[in-house]
């Protein structure tokens, strides 16, 4: 198998027409130069020892070296062996809340942004667990799938907000439902659903969900954002300004509550903990530290194709060619000379 690490460089082999191309009009200006000096029929005579073979020659020595060197450039790489590598770990899932309750204030700077910096935490201290996401609000909805890949995972949970899913309310089952289809049955790893919400839930039979989740080994945690006395939820406008606080069709404020009641019963059913959310404290490591003493099992074998390096293999050819063209001279053999002279002299006038 062979790629190019650097393909950016293959651009490089465009420019070999235009070379070319100066080439030629070069050769074409030192024609009309010389021929102001004398005419064309005088031009063997005057320069029999040059040779327009050799000057032809040297033009494309100098195109496949640039050749060369450009794909040399890219760095050609050939797999030459696999190697396989085992990794061990637990499969985690975050489902958050991402409903319009989850701008409350009442943990700083909000519910939402609060979640998230305690996610990006977790993330940097993951070492070969598999972490996913769930966004859910009226429903649910895998923002990235269970990987490793933990620079992209905060990537994606950089763009997170709520308008992430559009239908409006709090369905705690949904989310637990779409962790379950995306955790692979066939493997005998250690699962873990970590639900993040207010806890609000005004959609679906959460319980039976969890329960679910339970008979399947799958551990639920839960952390309650936010406090049980509740606090309205501020409206901002595109400038970032408050403009109101969100209000029911009465024209009432809507004050969101944490339900802190449901959430401990949901991490009962789902043989895991409760949490209750802070601006002090990191409620997520709390549970990477239960996770960490959970055994970790080996939950697949990873194949992959170590590239070498073959840029070599282009890089001294275009060398060599470089150096046969500063040493070769555009003038004519001896012997060819000495022989096209004779011919000449011989040819009757």
Same mark, same amino acid.
């Given at each position: 198998?062979?790629?190019?690490?650097?393909?950016?460089?293959?651009?490089?082999?465009?420019?070999? *027409?235009?070379?070319?191309?100066?080439?030629?009009?070069?050769?074409?200006?030192? %024609?009309?130069?010389?021929?102001?000096?004398?005419?064309?029929?005088?031009? *063997?005579?005057?320069?029999?020892?040059?040779?327009?073979?050799?000057?032809?020659?040297?033009?494309?020595?100098?195109?496949?070296?640039? +050749?060369?060197?450009?794909?040399?450039?890219?760095?050609?790489?050939?797999?030459?062996?696999?190697?396989?590598?085992?990794?061990?770990?637990?499969?985690?899932?975050?489902?958050?809340?991402?409903?319009?309750?989850?701008?409350?204030?009442?943990?700083? *700077?909000?519910?939402?942004?609060?979640?998230?910096?305690?996610?990006?935490? =977790?993330?940097?201290?993951?070492?070969?667990?598999?972490?996913?996401?769930?966004?859910?609000?009226?429903?649910?909805? #895998?923002?990235?799938?269970?990987? #490793?890949?933990?620079?992209?995972?905060?990537?994606?949970?950089?763009?997170?907000?709520?308008?992430?899913? *559009?239908?409006?309310?709090?369905?705690?089952?949904?989310?637990?439902?779409?962790?379950?289809?995306?955790?692979?049955?066939?493997?005998?790893?250690? %699962?873990?659903?970590?639900?993040?919400?207010?806890?609000?839930?005004?959609?679906?039979?959460?319980?039976?969900? +969890?329960?679910?989740?339970?008979?399947?080994?799958?551990?639920?945690? #839960?952390?309650?954002?936010?406090?049980?006395?509740?606090?309205?939820?501020?409206?901002?406008?595109?400038?970032?300004?408050?403009?109101?606080?969100?209000?029911?069709? =009465?024209?009432?404020?809507?004050?969101?509550?944490?339900?802190?009641?449901?959430?401990?019963?949901?991490?009962?059913?789902?043989?895991?903990?409760?949490?209750?959310? #802070?601006?002090?404290?990191?409620?997520?490591?709390?549970?990477?530290?239960?996770?960490?003493?959970?055994?970790? %099992?080996?939950?697949?074998?990873?194949?992959?194709?170590?590239?070498?390096?073959?840029?070599?293999?282009?890089?001294?050819?275009?060398?060599?060619?470089?150096?046969?063209?500063?040493?070769?001279?555009?003038?004519?053999?001896?012997?060819?000379?000495?022989?096209?002279?004779?011919?000449?002299?011989?040819?009757?006038?």
């Amino acid at each position: 198998m062979v790629r190019f690490f650097h393909t950016e460089y293959l651009y490089l082999l465009l420019l070999l *027409p235009v070379l070319a191309g100066f080439f030629w009009f070069a050769g074409v200006a030192r %024609k009309k130069s010389a021929g102001r000096f004398a005419a064309p029929a005088m031009f *063997p005579r005057l320069a029999d020892t040059m040779s327009s073979a050799k000057r032809y020659v040297r033009m494309v020595l100098v195109l496949f070296a640039m +050749a060369f060197l450009a794909l040399a450039l890219a760095n050609p790489q050939i797999g030459t062996r696999m190697e396989e590598v085992k990794q061990e770990g637990v499969d985690l899932f975050i489902a958050l809340d991402v409903s319009l309750s989850m701008k409350a204030e009442d943990l700083k *700077p909000n519910r939402l942004e609060r979640a998230k910096q305690e996610i990006r935490n =977790l993330v940097s201290r993951l070492t070969g667990d598999r972490i996913g996401l769930i966004v859910f609000a009226g429903d649910a909805f #895998t923002q990235f799938p269970l990987t #490793t890949d933990y620079s992209a995972a905060n990537l994606f949970l950089d763009a997170v907000d709520v308008d992430a899913v *559009p239908l409006a309310g709090t369905n705690i089952g949904s989310a637990i439902e779409r962790a379950m289809e995306s955790f692979d049955p066939k493997e005998q790893t250690t %699962k873990v659903l970590v639900i993040i919400t207010d806890g609000e839930n005004t959609e679906g039979e959460v319980f039976d969900a +969890a329960a679910e989740a339970a008979k399947q080994s799958v551990l639920l945690y #839960t952390i309650g954002m936010g406090s049980p006395d509740g606090v309205p939820i501020p409206l901002y406008d595109g400038s970032g300004r408050q403009t109101d606080f969100k209000r029911d069709r =009465l024209g009432e404020v809507v004050v969101s509550r944490l339900d802190e009641v449901s959430l401990e019963k949901i991490a009962a059913v789902g043989n895991g903990k409760y949490f209750r959310g #802070t601006s002090a404290q990191d409620e997520l490591d709390e549970i990477y530290r239960d996770i960490s003493a959970l055994q970790k %099992k080996e939950y697949g074998v990873k194949q992959f194709t170590d590239y070498e390096d073959r840029f070599q293999w282009f890089l001294a050819p275009a060398l060599l060619l470089l150096l046969i063209e500063v040493a070769m001279s555009e003038h004519r053999l001896r012997w060819l000379s000495r022989w096209t002279l004779l011919r000449r002299e011989e040819t009757p006038a």
